[in-house]
């Protein structure tokens, strides 16, 4: 039987530690799915290290794997493309070109961006060009996007530390074609305290889901949400359902990260907590 690809993520890949794809891939994995990962770097480790080996991929070679995706007709049987850390501009300009041609391939394919620039903790960390590039080519080009609430400022150019100013930020963003929302890791002045919020906006409604904040934020913790939202979305959950499923599992993975002392995200210990619950629908 042929294998049947349903996701194409196209993220960074590093060989220690759980970031990008070595963080998005396997809770897809665990839900049945057949994923097709193009790695925009190879690494030894994210650049939390005192060092780090490996680079980001050159664009050429970036391209090639996404036309070998194309040649393998993997677009034909995929619902999702995913993209997260690009480490170029150049890359941007690729993942941008492929997501178009998909589109002519298989109208029905759903582009999720997640515009990986930064975060409340550590700032902008990628370049001015791939922040221009995410902004100018990609948001624009997203059926849902997953922006935390530091880079959801970065592409408005709205602070939405309130929620008046978050429900702007997110108009201007589906401006472009109704684009679908969840924005994580959200802090407004009346989220309540010891709290993080992520706020679906699909269409004119929006819905604030609440979760604890623990004293403890690993790197990768958005691409894996970004994993598992969309798993659960190929498994039939309506978008506040996939986020409120997401959000509870990186907490329970967070929370025995806490527990276990460690640094770093140990998904293999996990891997009970990724997979599908009983009670969801199939696939």
């Not at 999702?80 to 941008?96: E, H, K, M, P, Q």
Request: some cysteine; aromatic content about 4%; glycine content about 8%.
């Amino acid at each position: 039987m042929a294998m049947t690809t349903s996701v194409i993520s196209i993220q960074s890949q590093v060989v220690h530690g759980h970031v990008g794809n070595s963080a998005a891939v396997l809770p897809m994995q665990t839900h049945g799915l057949n994923v097709a990962a193009v790695p925009t770097t190879l690494l030894s480790n994210h650049p939390g290290f005192e060092t780090m080996r490996g680079r980001v991929l050159e664009s050429e070679l970036v391209g090639d794997l996404l036309r070998g995706v194309e040649e393998r007709g993997l677009i034909e049987t995929s619902r999702y493309i995913v993209s997260g850390y690009l480490g170029s501009r150049a890359n941007g300009d690729v993942v941008a070109a492929f997501v178009r041609r998909a589109r002519q391939i298989n109208p029905d394919i759903t582009y999720i961006c997640d515009p990986v620039m930064g975060d409340s903790n550590l700032g902008v960390f990628v370049a001015d060009q791939v922040v221009e590039c995410i902004c100018s080519e990609l948001v624009p080009l997203a059926d849902l996007l997953t922006p935390n609430q530091f880079e959801i400022e970065l592409i408005t150019q709205i602070q939405p530390a309130s929620w008046t100013k978050l429900d702007a930020a997110a108009a201007k963003i589906q401006g472009h074609r109704g684009a679908r929302l969840v924005v994580t890791g959200c802090t407004l002045d009346d989220t309540p305290n010891g709290s993080l919020e992520n706020i679906v906006f699909e269409g004119k409604s929006c819905t604030r889901l609440t979760s604890p904040r623990l004293p403890i934020v690993p790197v990768g913790t958005g691409d894996l949400y970004a994993g598992l939202l969309t798993a659960k979305l190929t498994q039939g959950c309506s978008l506040v359902e996939a986020a409120r499923s997401a959000a509870a599992t990186v907490l329970e993975i967070l929370g025995r990260t806490v527990a276990a002392d460690a640094h770093e995200m140990q998904l293999a210990s996990v891997i009970d907590l990724l997979g599908p619950k009983q009670t969801e629908p199939p696939q």
